[in-house]
């Protein structure tokens, strides 16, 4: 259990460093940011309660805003971004039959489970994110076109590092 | 009273993420309308603090590029000195001149926080109210106008980038001296802002300059960019064109606040004149 606390706090700093002084450089035709951090929410242990998780995507969302200057926005985004992670969940996964410390990562899960976990989640978030940042529909098209084209940034980031922490331990 | 406990038990995932995102959006509007009242930015200590400390390891990537443009503008001020121009008159003397009372102060300040791929982008300085910088001052770089200051700390200031939805700043067309608005424009790109609201009579022609009016923050004739497209979406009974910034925002390294001596005094008469009507 505190094995598990301290992996996530860890991880929760360095995604954190890697999107506030790498990430936030980076932009493809001003079209396509990616917003990695979310992994942090999509990786938290499966029996998280429901109190914490909200709260840790909000703190995890104004720790971004601290550094982007856009106090609300990460935050509204990324409770968005929890909420429809506990509804996935409970759709999918039968919370009973697990054997110890199930954490909804591409080694237990399996790559068909969580690619569609990944990209639903991302382009929920993204879909957001962007639109509230926009804050009008008048340009919905070019908004969407960034809210697809960020999610495939994403999304393909999160699969390099499912691979490149890849521990096979399939689910029974 | 039973029933209704268990029904929010059951259901606790609904109203937590109703409690939350509620929060969420109350600081984000809150803050949109106050500007940035909350201390929540890049301008706060610790935030702060890690940005001088990555922006010091950065520049020292942009080295060259500074130091070519710096050499530039050494040769261009040392053109204007007196010592570079020859004196044929023998008989000299000195005049207390009281003509002039200095009006702008320039301020250099190291960018520690940058963006341009946001739909709205501020940039953070190193310079704060310690050193005179204030809200509402405008900023420049050698190249051009940049913004102006929105929030300041002690040690930092945050500026609002030219490249905002709420930025205007007023500019003209640098030979016929037509007054416009310039502003970003709707398609993201950190290169292009568009010129509104010039006359009618105005015969504007590709490459032509566009500098700032001295009616706003700015002294008159700063650049601000090149026009680059005429036929821009047409807007009524003035002119829309479409101007290439000169400034490349993603490539700021050091800016100059502009300390207009003599603002107050005009806001206030301004201000008076609004009251009077």
Redesign the interface.
Known sequence: MSRNIIINLIRFLVLVFIQV?LL?NI?LY?FS?PYFYILFILLLPFETP??LL??L??IL??TI?????????H??AC??L??VR??FISITVQKDGFDNEPEPTLGIMGFRWFITYASVLTLVHHFFLFN???FSFS?LE?TISRVLLSSLFTVFLMLISGLLFFKRKERK | MRNLLIFITKY???F??I???V?????????NSFQ?A?F???S?A??GG??AK?SEFNSYLKLKEENDELARENSRLRNQLKSSFYVDTVNKHKVVDTIYKRQYEYIVARVINN?T????N?L?INKGSQQGIAKGMGVMCNLGIVGKVIIVSEHFS?IQSLLHKDSQFSAMLANNKEIGTIEWG?????HKGILKDVSNNAVPKVGEEVVTSGYSLFPMGIPIGKISNLHTKAGGYALNMEVTLAVDFSKLQYVDVINNKFATEQEGLEAQQKKDE
């Open positions: 002084f936030k932009s001003n940011t429901n109190v909200f709260a995507a909000f969302g104004l805003d601290a550094f982007y200057d856009t106090p609300g926005l935050a509204a409770v968005v929890a909420f506990i509804i509230l940042e926009a340009q070019f | 606790n995932a609904f937590l993420f409690i939350f995102e929060a969420s959006l109350i600081i984000y509007i809150k803050y940035k909350s929540i930015n890049s706060n610790v935030t890690f940005y990555m963006s791929n946001h739909a709205n501020y953070t945050v709707d398609d993201l790109n950190p």
